[in-house]
């Protein structure tokens, strides 16, 4: 299996579905599913879906895709691949997708689902013409649904749920926009959609704001993105985030703002700011490198360990390693240092080369850390074995004692929107007290930043936003029914 | 076009669809569009269909699949990818389809589709569990079905007919196999299908046969193919033509022979014994290679020229060619060559070159047939524009006379049932008189074979078969209601 | 090994050398080493020189590559490629690679020198500057020439033998033309040089004209070639053969004749008659399909067989097979056929598979064949392996008599001039008596076409050129001095 | 052009060379030219090698290669090939290279010599059998050895400077390790030289350690590269650095240390201490994040700006930024960020594109740095168009100041020893003041780090190694003759 996540980019030359294949989890950590991306009036739409979705890679590595239409024709044209956007495109795809309107989508998929017919935006024929649909998230009542579609005559091409929204919609018989607003009602989760027909766009965000969407403007059109990031890269202005419930109708006439369900509480997933968006993004006003520097500051405050410097596990903890450093006037050093160039075909070393000491992506920085009292800052613990990985780097360059601080409390609860989690047993936090997961990870210390610690973090000075977080992965509290004994089934 | 036709096999690396696609016709050959193959109940069934559908692969060349399952569990996997079979497929794909059930596929696709979504077996998931359909030819009332179904609110992954197949079966409420026999009998036109389940293969040919296919025996399993020439490749023995109407079911019970239809009349397509077909075929016990050496035969008795040589248009015309020298005595020679490397990277020569003389895939014998009365002998003329281009080469070659001998009657009327045939405006022979295309086409002399002489010559001694051909590109004389006025699309 | 060019052009993303790595010979045929081309003084010489590669690919379909040179501006570029002329260039490829002159090559490699170093064109810089070699052929004395070079202090970067042409080249203090001169007398073989330096192009053949090598016009400039079938490629005008022992010089004074050698005897490679140039070539003004044809029609007037038809082996003994056929009048039927798809990539049936019967690049007809008395045409016998796989194809198909013919003497002894034969101990012909063989290639007769039939028959009416062939293949008359306990290595 | 390297990954099908190829340098930075790696007596070296490599790919992206031999038999073999080591490498790759010594490379290639045949190691055949070089560094004197090697009759395959030493080597009468020496004499330059023979590994620094090499032990075995990361990498433990001038020879007598050279002066590149090497490397014994963390520091104690946030340019920067933070107390914060996917196929934004706001590989974090005085840490200043971009990066996402601080002193003198450098004419502190230079790049403030407090940062407490520097790239004291007329050719 690793071997052929290993050769996906030489040898993929089709569409290739294999029940059995999994996927060689070297460190595990939690993963984002997706990023999605779109443009609405502006020329040349897929050039800026290149570097929009390039700067939403970080949310999903294994395939790319974009739909586009040419509102004056409804022509609709569209391109999917496995892998990095530069890898999928080239300037002859992207010639191949004129018009000025655009949904992308960059992906990540679990074990069993490594293959193309799942890539998006899935593109589907209807009564009305073409539809494609973008989803970054998950819908917690898919599976339900779908049993009803299927014993209604229903057929799938896929095994993502993001397909029950397009059957909802074409079995509707109201007009379009009705029907797509019916159908985000009929669906329980955290998502964001974007849906594009022939001459319309229309974005949508679940109930709780899930899962972050934000829009900008540009040139007179408006551009949306999983993350702020991406409007940077493109030049577009932010305008605000996508709110809770949101239906937004892009058409020739303009944008109209509507909503499919009322506003009850917001919930943004808690990781985001941890860990998944890009530390340059802003969710909710609230830039992330500054909430991840507070997270350490907080665990500073709470959690001083007596040591010579700080480290950060690259890349996601560099920013509250840093903070933590700050706050303590212990210096941050590089104690530990990934290969930016590992990727995808990277041979990953044997087990008897790793026996014999060859590392993969990470190393520790032996000059740095031997005869060190190290603070290591990590963003979570999922299984520990990556985190016991780590510790014992350290140590074996030289360190001689490691207190792991994580910027966030310990994680027991699986995600049903759209993280790729493992099951509740094999969450270390979830079946043990923290001293059993110090004793675990070969940690001298061990501390997680408190449920209060983060929720200050995170708002910073300001309050207003702390009540909006799903931080059901901590608390087990959450914001919409899901069934514990279902399948955590992704839709993007 | 060209210029993404040339780069499919280095920048293909994903699913592209554009409307705007066309293909660039060299030559104006007809062109079949599918070859299928099957097998059931023989380990390592996918490598058998390696062998079997490479052996078909004159039959489509664009794309190649094949869907396996592993009978024992029930575990469905499939590859499809843009390309040869060679191209397709390599050892570590073929590993990743386990099982002793395998549906194959080759596939041409006409302008506009030059995607891998088209590319077949199409799959689905239902309420059954997967289902996957290879087919070749053309559902003449696929487009009022899936009208119909839209309306019902039905979503479509592609653009081919035969989805509608799969939708007409999950929507049923009856068992799988009396579903698909209702839908069967529902569909008008010309194919062999193959349907795949997770227990079970179906094999069915329309009610008059117009596509072949034969069925094989090997190692206690069967193995199904759109011509023989696949069963000899994988040393499976011949067993007999699955029969117009007819419903093949295998599964853990073995092979039950049933049908959806009454057999009324045998019509199988006249193109495939002219032109199609590879020459080492047999169909409905005639093979190939003899039925058009006997055309050329026929071709000698109802037209003698007085020549210095005869040559046939590679590589479908040389039995005939040889045919006509045995009968007439006038020598067989090379005079025609065409260069077996040229393929779908291969750059065509700009306008520019050709006017200077470069040539493209086909070249003439300046040595053979300078100074030379030739006569050359070809399978049929569509537009009129390669055969121009041939008597051309000829005589800038410097034969001194050039007279055309085709081994079938004029092509009047354009195919509903799987060929890629172009609108009737188009079809040179329904336009223009004999005489008129001789001059359009520059030859001294034009010959069709009568319509008596082919049907002879197909039939050999034996008149049974002659009944059986459709002729409908001929005579007009379709063996089903087709619509004119409708789009040709195929279903493969 | 197998595996090594099966995944070549998926895995080929660079330079490889392996002394270990074989070839698996799947039908022990002997292969032409090389062809060459080149253009001096056309605009856009590449365009030429990629349709003129691709009219020569059958002469050696592993590694392609050119050397171009723009004249007013000494601008020298190259590219070379594992793979054929299609892969290797693209649009982009040709268009940097500007001028009007030209070098070209497509090689075979033997075992061991499966890598892009030894691809041709090679190209060196010296004390004038650039310097580009394309080869047909071996030079016998290579290996002496080379350890005197090394013992002097020369290093090589590949190991072909063209190398040493560029060294003693370089190594002369006299003008480029002199040295070229002095260096071509040194060498003893059979060869055609392409030389290209910065502003001058050099040709050449062998001082027996042992590889085939022709000069064309086209536009005011000039086209050379391996065989007269890439100068009607590319639309050039045939002029002559390049004589044994000459040295043409083009620059801008246009072309100047010169020789390097007095002509004693010419001797061109009887194979190229038999086998390997293509039979729309024609050799010293002999068409090669014609010459094949009276092979046959020879082989019918010495050994007639009372048979049902007459079959050829594809693709070289067509021609044969057809003239056997007219002269005796059995029938010519298609017995044999090739599958034109098999290529580099394609998965060779397991041992396992091929003992079911799973067929190869070749399969006998059974329709055809089954009952019938067959009289089988090949060129030549060498390890006698491929015949007894014939052979036994047709029995298994159903032939109750299998008759060879061979259209040339025994093939006994080694090729020194470029040929990849195997060692005289495995050329079956120089071990066993003609029923020695029948026996072992389980035919009921074998007849190989007489020393005289053969000279007759390529020589046509005109007696001229019978005296100019290289027939130590069938007599062990070398025209050159050889050492038969040197590896022949092979120049290009 | 910058399309050929966009499409290098894709059309990279053989070996190419184009004088007229140059490179868009996007961002001017410096460029080290390559990294080398070697084992001797370790099985399955090019594991190691592999991972070694993978370690230094910072050194250099463009082409990546490695040789091998097999002690006990001489076999040798070889792979190259353009790309980074792990696109160029997989596991049949590495099958084929089986053997106990491996030689390795990474190289950047310069404007003109993008192509395979210069990519290393460089392989000859020679008297006595294989020779495989791998050099990171320059020959200073390598153009006037070249001159006479070729009017002696040398041929050169690469327009690399390595092959020299071939020549030198190859045409000496001694016995090899002799004649090495004696052509490590004679050239001149910085260098780092790994050679390989059937059954030798030799080692060399040219005299003044110009270039970074050390040795580390493994399981009785010798690894030596660039850089201890790649020790590190490959579990090797670190022995020491390579002397200037020292020779060291491995055959099956195990390891002898050996000089060509009397140690005078070490002069090891200021460049690898202030941006080339790896954070986690140790260059004579100092650590470089630590070293660059000093340099900080020491900017904070010479220019103390009045601002709200210390940012570095990543990745090199961000070691000193973090130093001058904790130096002065300002917060570090996250002011500029790359996007890590960012490499050889990203298509660049069009000029109309960038115009329109977007960005490429590096963006400013609007969040962080708008309404705030900013504190850049960048290690130098090339031609100040990059340094002029990331300030208006910075002023458009909102900085009120930006005051630019450099890790070293005004870079004034071009490298003729392995970095690429433009002219002197285009090293903006050669032509300017530094009051000039600050407006040219639009910052409120420019401070470079004083020569003294340069030195004294990469010596930390310990002043032993100060003297151990070259830094004519400030000073313009060269440690060995240069011509500076001569064209700056890079040997590797």
């Known amino acids: 299996m690793s071997d052929e996540i290993k050769q996906l980019p030489k040898l993929w030359t089709g569409d290739h ?88 989508h960059v992906r990540y998929s679990t074990a069993g689902e490594s293959k193309l017919a799942n890539a998006q935006p899935l593109v589907f024929k209807y009564r009305d013409g073409d539809l494609a649909v973008a989803t970054n998230g998950n819908i917690v009542n898919a599976p339900s649904i779908r049993k009803e579609l299927e014993s209604q005559g229903s057929i799938f091409q896929t095994t993502s749920d993001t397909e029950v929204i397009a059957h909802l919609i074409a079995r509707s018989s109201k007009d379009f926009v009705s029907a797509a607003k019916d159908a985000l009602q009929r669906i329980i989760g955290g998502f964001a959609f974007l849906i594009m027909t022939n001459d319309k766009l229309l974005v949508a965000s679940d109930g709780h704001g899930l899962r972050p969407l934000v829009m900008g403007k540009l ?65 909710n006003g609230i830039n992330l490198h500054s909430a991840r520097k507070r997270m350490g500051q907080k665990l500073a405050l709470e959690a001083f360990f007596d040591a010579d410097l700080v480290t950060g596990v690259p890349d996601s903890s560099i920013s509250a390693a840093i903070g933590y450093a700050e706050q303590t006037g212990i210096p941050y050093e590089l104690g530990l240092i990934k290969n930016k160039y590992t990727g995808r075909t990277f041979i990953q070393p044997s087990q008897e080369l790793r026996e014999k000491g060859v590392k993969m992506k990470l ?44 910027t966030s409390p310990p994680f027991k609860n699986p ?77 993007c």
């Open 17 to 104: 579905y294999n029940e059995g294949i999994g996927r060689d989890d070297i460190f595990d950590k939690l993963r984002e599913e997706c990023g999605v991306f779109g443009v609405y009036g502006i020329p040349d739409a897929c050039s800026l879906g290149y570097y929009g979705l390039h700067a939403l890679q970080h949310r999903g590595e294994e395939s790319s895709g974009m739909a586009a239409v040419e509102s004056t024709t409804g022509k609709f044209t569209y391109h999917r691949g496995m892998g990095l956007v530069k890898e999928v495109f080239d300037q002859a795809t992207l010639e191949g997708l004129p018009g000025n309107c655009v949904i992308g």
């Open 219 to 283: 040139d007179g059109g408006y551009v949306f993105a999983s993350e702020t990031c991406a409007l940077e890269t493109c030049g577009a202005e932010y305008v605000r985030d996508v709110q809770p419930g949101e239906l937004l109708v892009l058409d020739k006439n303009g944008l109209r703002e509507d909503r499919f369900e009322k506003l009850e509480r917001r919930a943004t997933c808690a990781m985001e700011y941890i860990y998944f968006a890009r530390p340059d993004s802003d969710i």
């Open 363 to 406: 190393s520790a920085v032996r000059k740095v850390v031997e005869g060190k009292r190290v603070v290591m800052i990590d963003d979570s613990i999922v299984r520990g074995t990556t985190s016991l990985r780590i510790v014992n780097l350290l140590r074996e360059a030289g360190a001689t004692e490691v207190h792991v601080c994580i």
């Open 415 to 491: 995600c049903y929107y759209g993280i790729d989690t493992p099951d509740r047993k094999e969450l270390i936090a979830s079946q043990k007290t923290v001293e059993e997961i110090r004793q675990a990870i070969n940690a001298d210390s061990l501390y997680f930043l408190s449920h209060e610690g983060f929720i200050e973090a995170v708002g910073g000075n300001d309050g207003e936003y702390n009540r909006g977080m799903c931080l059901a992965c901590f608390d087990n509290d959450y914001p919409t029914p899901v069934d514990p004994t279902s399948e955590k089934s992704c839709s």
